[in-house]
């Protein structure tokens, strides 16, 4: 042995040897422990069934300028007049309790010139809607809010008693914390969504997309900073422009905790006002993720087409199709594979084959 590593060993059994209290624990902290025989269970409550559950976080991802806050705002407007919102259907059909308060936590637009102009224009209650500008100790200046001082949020959850509070965006918020550590963002975001459980709200967290996309990943996984904030969430939500409708954009979810995903949403948002159009069979990865192959643009525009053509269950002769798609500049090839994506059935006929679209199985409660 090393003759320092020998007196450094003599020296620490010395001191042992002195005082056998240095070997205890030095503190007294016990486990916790719940023998979940004594849990009970509890439903999960909607704000807006699959897509947004009640007393939870949940994210909101997408490019700038494709219609996430306008997205948000029309939530907004839905919660502060309690009109229904889009069901698996495209109807206005998942039922609200009523009027309820909204809390906006936004950065990005003026609340004079772009947010109460947008909420004015779709008929919110703005009554029933408030925003956090900042914060303010007894009588100093107001000072910016970060979640840092998430007491502050809580405050003015407990005051406000809102349904819906919306971080727009939420890296706004983060203040001194880095937002791709893990080990900073992970307390932070457990903090949050115990606000929400206790609060009975839902918190939407709305992000950009990372700018090193890649075609191949999980839509999920596209989002801003590490993956705790998608750990955190019980579900996740994802926009993307829509290939064939300039003015639209998908709504997709690209994650659910709490029980099915649903359908992929559109809605225009024409002139700058918002509008809900219905539905597609298109999911978030082929729209955002994995399944899109080597053009992305031209498999979901192929889709888009497809989906379009063989809507209303009359089936279509599969060479006037290509013939059409051609026209319009998509390869046989991407038709295919569009074909292929949608479960487009062919059924051989006097004309040929004859392409339609399966029904849908819609997801229940």
Request: glycine residues 8%.
């Amino acid at each position: 042995m090393d003759p320092r590593s020998a007196r450094a060993e003599a020296a620490f059994l010395a001191a042992i040897a002195a005082d056998p209290s240095l070997l205890a624990t030095p503190h007294t902290a016990q486990p916790v422990l719940v023998n979940l025989a004594n849990v009970t269970p509890t439903k999960v409550e909607w704000l807006w069934w699959p897509y947004i559950a009640s007393g939870t976080v949940s994210l909101l991802d997408g490019d700038p300028g494709v219609g996430k806050s306008l997205l948000t705002l029309q939530l907004a407007t839905s919660i502060s007049r309690g009109w229904p919102l889009p069901d698996q259907y495209g109807k206005l059909t998942e039922l609200l309790p009523g009027p309820q308060n909204v809390l906006i936590l936004s950065t990005e637009d003026s609340l004079a010139h772009t947010v109460v102009p947008r909420l004015l224009a779709i008929n919110a209650d703005c009554a029933r809607v408030t925003v956090l500008t900042g914060q303010r100790i007894d009588e100093q200046e107001e000072t910016a809010f970060t979640l840092q001082d998430l007491p502050v949020l809580q405050q003015a959850i407990d005051t406000l008693t809102p349904t819906l509070v919306i971080l727009d965006p939420i890296q706004a918020y983060l203040g001194k914390i880095d937002m791709h550590r893990s080990n900073e963002t992970r307390p932070l975001l457990a903090a949050l969504a115990s606000i929400a459980e206790h609060a009975r709200c839902s918190i939407l967290c709305v992000r950009h997309p990372s700018k090193s996309q890649n075609g191949g990943a999980k839509a999920m996984m596209r989002g801003l900073g590490s993956v705790d904030f998608v750990g955190a969430a019980r579900t996740a939500l994802f926009v993307e422009d829509h290939p064939t409708k300039r003015t639209c954009a998908f709504l997709c979810e690209t994650k659910n905790n709490l029980g099915p995903h649903g359908r992929t949403q559109i809605f225009s948002r024409e002139k700058g006002q918002f509008a809900w159009a219905g539905v597609t069979r298109l999911t978030a990865d082929h729209i955002a993720g994995g399944e899109r192959g080597p053009d992305p643009h031209e498999f979901i525009r192929a889709m888009c087409w497809l989906e379009e053509q063989l809507e209303g269950g009359i089936p279509q002769p599969s060479k006037d199709l290509f013939f059409h798609a051609e026209e319009l500049g998509m390869s046989i090839r991407s038709l295919g594979r569009a074909k292929l994506a949608l479960g487009v059935r062919h059924k051989k006929s006097d004309e040929g084959y004859m392409w339609s679209l399966q029904t849908v199985d819609i997801i229940q409660r």
